[in-house]
């Protein structure tokens, strides 16, 4: 590079002389010698032109370089001009340096890219006129959507949502119910604002909190039954002993045929009421003691086939099962998801007083969830009792425990599914059970 520029420097100072020079030749007379100065001063003008000429020759090809990214080209190289080859090296410098900072920043871009794309919170970035200018999967896959531009088109999802979105502000946090088929959910909407290049942008978080509240509210329950449990068991417990003490005592001692009869009837009704009452607790109990479920691959189609010959022995009722495929399968405890599937069976039918009784439990597969529902012909669960029958204690039936139900639904929340009823009165029930798919769920299966 230095001898570059001392090649144009030295250039410069000749042509400098050489036109001093043919002035004076000129103010002189020497009209002959003037032409020679001239040519001289040419021949330098052209070779300075043809130095700056390559030297923009080479910057162009640079920023050309630069321009579509190619970042092979050898400066160095491709100069044969001796003087080039050090400014040749100095840019491929610059462009390998440059090179590196942008792969850097690809490099940046695609993690951070893959990081909020994978992440298990739905995540959107909206401008001031509800334009989405990004969105991850996990928000696609809540919102059921498999492109979006606006948040004018979320009105599907729930009429209120645009709105909800676009009065947004940083820092707000707004709760959505929102129903998909008979399914029902509460979603949490918070949002941060930022600006890039001075354009002002929301970043909104949206996040299903049903799983989260059932499971907090199942484990409210579970502490109000273990305390109610460990009371009412230290109360029963005497009682029992001092009745049966009270009447082996009452059948040794000489009390009048009357009086023993009276104190032998009141006895046993204490008795038989202290043993149903330990009886109902240790019933609820039971909602305290589920065991941890064993995971493992669960084919739907002998899970079904099982079922089906247990409950024709058990039941009258026209039970059919349907499987979309017979490859399908679930990550789960099998006996826990058997348990649930027959009490939701006996459900069906001991809650019918239609004939024929017809049961249909179906599994199929759509949208990464597996699902089994049961659906039966019979009078329905009245609204009011609808959003009820999953909670502790609960029940329609003149004999119910109320634990059945809230049974199944602890049992879906440990297996990371949920479960969810669909009735309407005089029209029938479904239950569906929903489980995450944790790898592709359907193979051949023989």
């Not at 001991?350 to 049961?359: D, H, T, V």
Request: charged share 20%.
């Amino acid at each position: 590079m230095k001898s570059y520029k001392f090649r144009i420097a030295i250039l410069i100072f000749f042509i400098l002389i050489l036109s001093g020079l043919t002035t004076y030749l000129i103010s002189k007379g020497y009209h002959f010698s003037v032409f020679f100065s001239i040519a001289a001063i040419l021949f330098l003008a052209i070779k300075l032109y043809r130095q700056i000429e390559k030297a923009i020759e080479v910057m162009e090809r640079m920023i050309i370089s630069i321009q579509y990214t190619d970042f092979n080209i050898s400066f160095a190289r491709s100069v044969q001009e001796r003087e080039f080859k050090h400014l040749g090296q100095m840019m491929d410098d610059a462009i390998r340096s440059f090179r590196d900072k942008l792969y850097q920043l690809e490099i940046d871009h695609q993690y951070y890219n893959t990081l909020l794309s994978t992440i298990d919170s739905g995540l959107l970035v909206i401008n001031k006129r509800g334009e989405i200018e990004w969105i991850n999967q996990a928000a696609l896959k809540e919102l059921e959507k498999s492109n979006i531009n606006n948040i004018a088109e979320l009105k599907t999802v729930h009429p209120e949502l645009p709105k909800v979105l676009s009065e947004l502000k940083a820092g707000d946090i707004k709760i959505v119910n929102i129903t998909k088929q008979d399914f029902k959910y509460e979603l949490i909407i918070t949002g941060i604002s930022f600006s890039v290049q001075g354009k002002e942008l929301l970043l909104i978080s949206l996040k299903n909190i049903q799983p989260v509240l059932e499971e907090t509210e199942i484990e409210a329950w579970q502490k109000l039954i273990r305390v109610l449990t460990h009371e009412i068991m230290n109360t029963i417990a005497p009682i029992i002993s001092l009745s049966e003490t009270v009447t082996e005592r009452a059948s040794e001692n000489g009390n009048s045929e009357k009086e023993f009869a009276l104190m032998l009837q009141v006895m046993q009704t204490i008795h038989r009421r202290s043993k149903g009452l330990l009886d109902f607790v240790e019933n609820y109990r039971k909602l305290t003691r589920i065991p941890t479920p064993t995971f493992a691959k669960v084919w739907i189609k002998p899970l079904f086939d099982d079922i089906q010959k247990l409950m024709q022995n058990t039941t009258q009722a026209q039970i059919s099962f349907d499987i979309e495929s017979p490859g399908l399968y679930i990550i789960a405890d099998r006996s826990m998801i058997e348990q649930v599937l027959i009490n939701l069976i006996k459900n069906a039918y001991e809650a019918q007083y239609k004939q024929p009784i017809a049961i249909q439990v179906k599994a199929s597969q759509s949208k990464g969830m597996t699902s089994i529902s049961v659906t039966d012909n019979g009078t329905g669960i009245v609204a009011e009792a609808l959003d009820k029958i999953f909670i502790p204690f609960y029940t329609t039936k003149a004999n119910g425990s109320g634990i059945g139900l809230s049974l199944c639904r602890q049992i879906m929340n440990m297996h990371g599914g949920s479960i969810s009823a669909k009735s309407r009165e005089g029209e029938g029930s479904q239950f569906t059970l929903r489980f995450k798919n944790r790898e592709m769920q359907t193979h051949s299966f023989s």
